[in-house]
């Protein structure tokens, strides 16, 4: 700064005027430094306004013209900061308390919208507390609920999309399914029509070998008697077969009297009945079975009634 050199006398305060000071007086006329001038209120007004208008391409902004602001003591300065540290403390304890209820709410709209009906009411969701809580956050804390917002939307759409997919492929397992059952359904309907052929096949068949040999169904009946009573297979082939007489040993079953009857070195035989056509009869020692059990059967009533008997005529004291 440049300090002009006047000869005018120096301007002096009003408070400067009041008070009576022996100070030399200096010739008139004399040269003297003096920013009278140039530190007037109207120059300093000027010089703002001229270099508010120089750094307005650079953004800088002008004072408020005529402002009553006043100067802030230090002591002032650090009571203000105090204050506004302990409301900065409140508002960061308020901040960390939505935030707490902002994650629980996000967390809990995470996981209801696994489901495909919540989708569209997680967005909602998230869109009011973003909203709700962007007042506290500022920005920086919006655009972060805005980010998991759109995370929470892409994994939702992902979901969707495997969803869909799982859709389409179990669609196709199902047709492919269904194709298969009805094939395999088919295949079994022809093997099954190709059996109940030769089932109507094998019945005619028997019928008229019923019809041409009578005597087959009757061998049939004596085929099984025989197994019931205990006879082998073999026994029986050479029964009915080929009709010869065999020599038997052992134990034989009536399902009529429900009683097995022993026989020893007996002669077994299948005849002809006399008595009525196409019908056989197993014998026993040239006697037929239904008889002969029947006759055992007496034998062995007898011999019970004759041991109680004898069991009661023995019975008494011995002296």
């Known amino acids: 700064m440049v300090i002009p050199i006047v000869q ?71 009571r203000d900061l105090l204050n506004q540290t302990e409301d900065i403390q409140e508002n960061i304890g308020l901040l960390l308390a939505e935030k707490e209820r902002a994650e629980s709410g996000l967390a809990k709209i995470k996981s209801e919208a696994r489901t495909e009906q919540l989708k569209n009411k997680a967005t909602d969701a998230m869109t009011a507390i973003a909203s709700g809580v962007g007042s506290l956050f500022g920005s920086g804390k919006l655009k972060e609920l805005e980010q998991a917002n759109g995370k929470l939307q892409g994994e939702v759409d992902k979901r969707d999309n495997q969803i869909r997919l799982l859709n389409d492929h179990m669609r196709m397992q199902e047709e492919r ?3 298969e059952t009805h094939c395999q359904q088919e295949v079994h309907q022809q093997e099954l029509n190709m059996k109940v052929k030769k089932i109507e096949e094998l019945n005619e ?41 065999i020599v038997c040993s052992g134990k034989l079953y009536s399902t009529q009297h429900r009683q097995s009857f022993q026989i020893k070195d007996a002669v077994c035989k299948i005849e002809d009945d006399l008595t009525e056509e ?42």
């Open 8 to 78: 005018t006398e120096r301007r002096k305060k009003k408070s400067e005027k009041l008070v009576k000071k022996n100070y030399r007086k200096k010739q008139s006329g004399a040269a003297l430094l003096s920013a009278n001038d140039i530190m007037s209120r109207h120059k300093l007004k000027a010089y703002q306004d001229g270099y508010a208008l120089a750094m307005a391409k650079y953004g800088l902004k002008r004072g408020i013209v005529g402002s009553e602001a006043r100067h802030t003591t230090t002591a002032q300065y650090y």
């Open 177 to 179: 399914h269904s194709t």
């Open 205 to 245: 068949i028997i019928g008229k070998t019923f019809k041409w040999f009578p005597i087959m169904r009757e061998m049939l009946q004596m085929e099984k008697f025989c197994k019931s009573a205990g006879f082998t297979q073999e026994m029986i082939d050479v029964l009915l077969a080929k009709r010869k007489p």
């Open 278 to 319: 196409h019908k056989l009869v197993l014998t026993i020692n040239r006697q037929p079975i239904v008889l002969w059990f029947t006759k055992q059967w007496e034998k062995l009533q007898q011999n019970l009634r004759n041991s109680v008997q004898k069991k009661q005529k023995n019975r008494g004291f011995k002296l």
